[in-house]
């Protein structure tokens, strides 16, 4: 650390309430400046999967799905769980990785805050099936910046399924209201979080990172 340099900012947490339960997020720094509160759903357990699938499924039951997709790879285990609930035995993953037998699949390409350069949505042509002429619901863990969420629908929108709905377990911040565009209506949440900034030795929430 040089002279002209600030000292590292001390680790902190947010809570969030997500649909009445309290949970604690680690605040990680994307830069010097700017931080997320990290939510990583594999990591907070059965009895949390199954809270959140629960409550997703109560706000997704109405529009009357007929198959829940979810994107790899923390979309994953809420889509088992959405599906759990709803009474679905057929779910839909969207793969990230070119494993071997997708050499011939549909191919959406993304972006994510959390990850690096851009990514591909691929889809298996023998679960297309699946969404064709059906109702769909989408589902993720966090839609921050919109576009994996946009890229998902659109992947099955390509495959002849009818997007009715999309649930996240927390919108962040605001951007994926503008790249998502009439779609955000699509949204069904269980809580919000904001992204912060470094100010006066700590991480502050944006006020216009809030809904």
Known sequence: MTADAPPPIAAQSWHVDVDGLDVELP?????PDFAISLMMVIDLGVTFGTFVGTRLADRLRPLKPDVVVGAATLGIPIAIE???????????ILQKS?????????VQTISSITSKGEQKLLL??????LLAGRRVVVVDDVVASGSSLKGSIDLVRRAGGEVIGAGVILTE?????AVLGEDAALIRSLGHIPQFEAKAG????IPDSFL
């Open 82 to 92: 959405v599906s759990r609930a709803l009474g679905l035995d057929q779910y839909v």
């Open 124 to 129: 298996d042509r023998r679960m297309i099936p």
């Open 98 to 106: 070119p494993k071997v037998h997708l050499g011939d699949a549909l």
């Open 27 to 31: 605040i990680v720094p994307l830069g």
């Open 173 to 177: 911040a605001r951007a994926w209201q």
């Open 202 to 205: 700590s991480w502050q929430p």
